[in-house]
């Protein structure tokens, strides 16, 4: 069982364990279950865990090729919490983010004050990141966002045409 997640995991790339999405720790639940019940003797034994592990990475190739061209059906999208030093209060109860959870990631982020945000920003995976003020934010990385037009003029790179 062992060597067959490892295969897996070389089939389908270090990114099911980097960066968890919902799909990938549901995948991770299930083969963690798939190769405990065959550990353990129980069904499915090594010849059905093993089948069930490729049809689990074969559901996985699946997901994230669809992730390519459909990633606003099964992904979500993300989710501008502080847009300078402003906490934008709606998207916090949106996605049901508690003050002083986006107060914890910032102090990890080494935030002394609001002023220092440029934004904050709740990424599919669910970790929050933090762009600091200072050299401007390039349109690239708003892109997607919910919420990015909240983003002040004054930390955008600027474009040209």
Do not use: K
């Not at 989710?79 to 910032?106: K, T, Y």
């Not at 220092?116 to 390039?138: C, D, F, K, N, Q």
């Amino acid at each position: 069982m062992y060597a067959a997640l490892v295969v897996l995991v070389r089939l389908l790339g270090q990114r099911m364990l980097a960066g968890l999405s919902a799909f990938d720790l549901a995948a991770i639940i299930g083969i963690g279950s798939i190769m405990g019940r065959a550990a353990l003797g129980e069904a499915p034994r090594l010849a059905g865990g093993v089948l069930a592990l490729a049809t689990l990475a074969a559901c996985q190739l699946v997901t994230s090729r669809i992730r390519g061209w459909g990633a606003r059906a099964i992904t979500t999208r993300p989710v501008v919490l502080m847009a300078g030093p402003e906490v934008v209060e709606r998207n916090l109860r949106r996605c049901r983010i508690a003050r002083h959870e986006l107060a914890g990631r910032l102090r990890q982020a080494g935030i002394r004050n609001t002023d220092e945000v440029a934004m904050a920003v709740l990424e599919p995976s669910g970790t929050i990141s933090v762009v600091r003020r200072g050299e401007p934010v390039s349109p690239f990385l708003l892109d997607g966002v919910d919420g990015a037009e909240l983003v002040p003029d004054a930390v955008r790179a600027r474009t040209t045409a």
